[in-house]
């Protein structure tokens, strides 16, 4: 009982030890799935810190272009304005009315052409079709519009386009929220189911490993109980055929002992007197002269004779007789150590049969339980799988990323407004322009 004890404590701990194996293995394969995404995530990062310093580069160039664009439009003007100058001074102010309205045209011009420049620049830097298409719609507006509301129109078309990329920034920021915390909750689930599935296998693997272990043990009870009671039959079969030979070795010896005793007594009562009565005749006849007439007389030297051999056989069979009951006792102490002995290990052998059998009928109950556990807990993951894929071609499956397309979208955002202000700029020359003309005709009036 103390061993059985000191076993099932040993297989316990065992156990103990086999599951703490497990989830070790299982600890480890997360911290291998965690440094994963940790490398995936530095390769985005430096991705994301690649495209940053593309962005700033371009940025950089285009600021550059722009400074380039204004430096060379304000010498232009510089130049209009020295020309204006000597233009005045040298032909007085009978022609300053009709070059105010061509410098002012001309300015318009320019104006109008440099908007155009920087919204085709802005579409072929940013690859954009929509940009490509207001830039022709504004040229044909300041082509064939009125030039009292061809600012009017260039501005409206690009406000339009300001209010269209900004609501689809909008836009695009709350789907990328979405799906951020979509593609988060995800990962978290299938992460967590994953985790589940891996801990059940474990478990159901240990568990299977264990049931066909005790199942074998069992096996091999039930072979070395059927042993023992084929083992324990030939001995009872043996040791009864000893039995039956003892006793009938027993019965003729005590029967031939009994028959040698008798014979013995009758030949002893009779001889016994006669060697007596012959000693006395052959004295008297030494004794006496002349010798008496021979009698018939007993044959003593022969009778002793006999007696002696009877008593041989007397010896003989009660050796034989204290030989065999001394064998049968020695056969009945081995038959009966070995029957017990027998016993003992069948009473043990078959608790361990009871106790193993009872164990994996417990361990292929849990197993059934788990494996169930796992279907339900595969069946709920393949549902996270289908939902993660639906949110990955929804929020992965793009020509670009969201930072990419934010940054763009900026980018034309800023260039449309930078084209605003110089329209708005613009607008107020030309109106300050128009003022001046009209003043100075109604004083030449």
């Known amino acids: 009982m103390l061993k059985q004890s000191l076993t099932d404590e040993i297989e316990n701990d065992t156990k103990d030890m086999d599951e703490e194996k497990s989830l070790k293995a299982a600890s480890e394969e997360q911290q291998a799935t965690a ?75 320019m104006k109008n ?45 690009i406000s339009d386009m300001i209010a269209k990329l900004e609501n689809e920034a909008k836009e695009e920021a709350t789907e990328k929220a979405y799906c951020d915390e979509e593609m988060s909750k995800t990962e978290a689930k299938k992460g967590e189911l994953e985790g589940v599935i891996t801990k059940l296998t474990s478990k159901i693997d240990l568990s299977a490993a264990k049931s066909a272990e005790l199942k074998g043990e069992v096996k091999d009870l039930q072979a070395q109980l059927a042993n023992l009671a084929k083992e324990q039959a030939s001995m009872d079969s043996i040791r009864a055929e000893e039995k039956a030979a003892f006793d009938k070795a027993n019965a003729e010896l005590t029967a031939g002992i009994a028959g040698v005793q008798k014979a013995l007594g009758v030949l002893r009562d009779y001889y016994g007197g006669a060697a007596f009565v012959q ?78 059998t009872k164990e994996f009928k417990g361990l292929d109950k849990s197993i059934s339980e788990l494996s169930a556990d796992r279907d339900n807990t595969n069946t709920e993951l393949t549902a996270v799988l289908d939902y993660y894929a639906k949110i990955k071609e929804r929020c992965i499956a793009k020509p670009e990323t969201y930072e990419e397309r934010k940054a763009r979208r900026e980018a034309e955002i800023k260039g449309l407004k930078e084209a605003l202000q110089i329209l708005e700029e613009e607008t107020a020359f030309v109106q300050r322009g128009s003022r001046s003309h009209r003043h100075r005709r109604f004083m030449a009036l």
């Open 279 to 356: 000693k006395g005749s052959d004295f008297d006849a030494f004794m006496q002269q002349p010798a008496a007439p021979k009698k018939h007389s007993k044959s003593g030297g022969a009778g002793g004779s006999i007696i002696d051999i009877l008593e041989v056989c007397e010896s003989d069979f009660t050796k034989n007789l204290a030989d065999e009951e001394t064998e049968e006792a020695d056969a009945v102490a081995v038959y009966e150590k070995t029957t017990q002995d027998n016993k003992l290990a069948v009473t043990q052998k078959s608790q361990d049969v009871k106790y193993k």
């Open 35 to 109: 440094e994963g995404d940790l490398a995936e995530t530095k390769k985005e990062l430096a991705k994301d810190r690649e495209s940053l310093k593309t962005a700033t580069t371009t940025c950089m160039s285009v600021a550059a272009d722009h400074e380039a664009t204004v430096k060379s439009r304000q010498e232009e003007l510089n130049a209009i304005a020295t020309a204006e100058k000597i233009l005045r001074e040298s032909t007085g102010g009978a022609v300053e009315q009709s070059y105010s309205f061509l410098q002012l045209k001309s300015r318009t011009d």
């Open 113 to 157: 052409a440099e908007v155009v420049t920087l919204v085709k620049k802005l579409a072929k830097q940013q690859h954009s079709a929509a940009l490509a298409q207001l830039a022709s719609r504004i040229k044909a507006v300041m082509a064939y519009g009125a030039t009292d509301d061809v600012f009017a129109k260039v501005k409206g078309l």
